[in-house]
């Protein structure tokens, strides 16, 4: 899998927007980009995936650069639930469907 | 989508005893993974497990210290041997899930143990 980069935390206001940025240069075109989150004390929780076009869902939305060499996860109105560990991960079948994860982006959320 | 159950939720273990950890998956699933994450860090792949083979393991993890079974689609175990103070981390478990997209992962919520 190819790699990616975050910055190690970021911080919020609550009710505010929040943009999270990954870099993935060497990102492959049958790459699919992926985001998960892992609140304090459980699993990291899926949160949204793309490929190509920029995707939302009930969670977030997902921007995605033109040359897919990065993409920005949006969360509309962050809430204090949202604080959390925010890991983007390339995926593909190539590496054997195993998971690389990076050191992700920890989101604080102020009050 | 998939829902894993995975048991312990916490333990606290005597060096030099093992744990075994279990997860239960609601769903047939061809591979499971095994996953360590020490105090504070990310997460770090300890094997892949396939219902009638021998776990593949990642570099750093060995069989006779994190032996796995995998005995049908639905089930697999992950046991700590011979634990010190350096085990203590969570332990989890993920299974692939097309219902998060194409390579898409569900997790259990982890095992959290502790090795006094």
């Keep these: 899998d190819a790699k990616t980069t975050q910055p190690n935390s970021m911080e919020s206001n609550e009710e505010e927007p929040v943009h999270l940025p990954c870099n993935h240069s060497t990102i492959s075109g049958t790459d699919y980009i992926h985001w998960y989150r892992q609140l304090p004390s459980q699993g990291p929780e899926y949160v949204i995936h793309g490929l190509t076009s ?23 109105r962050a809430t204090l639930r949202d604080a959390a560990v925010y890991y983007c991960i390339l995926r593909d079948n190539t590496g054997g469907f195993k998971t690389i994860f990076g050191a992700g982006t920890r989101l604080f959320v102020k009050a | ?78 046991t700590v041997s011979n634990m010190s103070p350096e085990d203590s981390s969570i332990y989890l478990c993920s299974v692939e899930d097309r219902g998060r997209g194409p390579y898409g992962y569900t997790f259990g919520s982890g095992t959290r143990l502790t090795v006094v």
């Design chain 1, 54 to 76: 920029n995707v939302n869902n009930r969670m977030a939305s997902l921007a995605i650069a033109e040359d897919r060499k990065s993409s920005t996860l949006i969360l509309h």
């Design chain 2, 1 to 78: 989508s998939a829902v894993i159950s995975q048991k312990p939720s916490r333990d606290i273990c005597q060096r030099g005893t093992s744990l075994t950890i279990q997860c239960q998956v609601d769903s047939q699933v061809t591979m499971m993974f095994w996953y360590r994450q020490q105090p504070g860090q990310s997460l770090t792949l300890i094997a892949t497990a396939n219902q009638g083979s021998e776990a593949t393991y990642e570099s750093g993890f060995v069989i006779d210290k994190f032996p796995i079974s995998r005995p049908n689609l639905t089930f697999s175990t992950l």
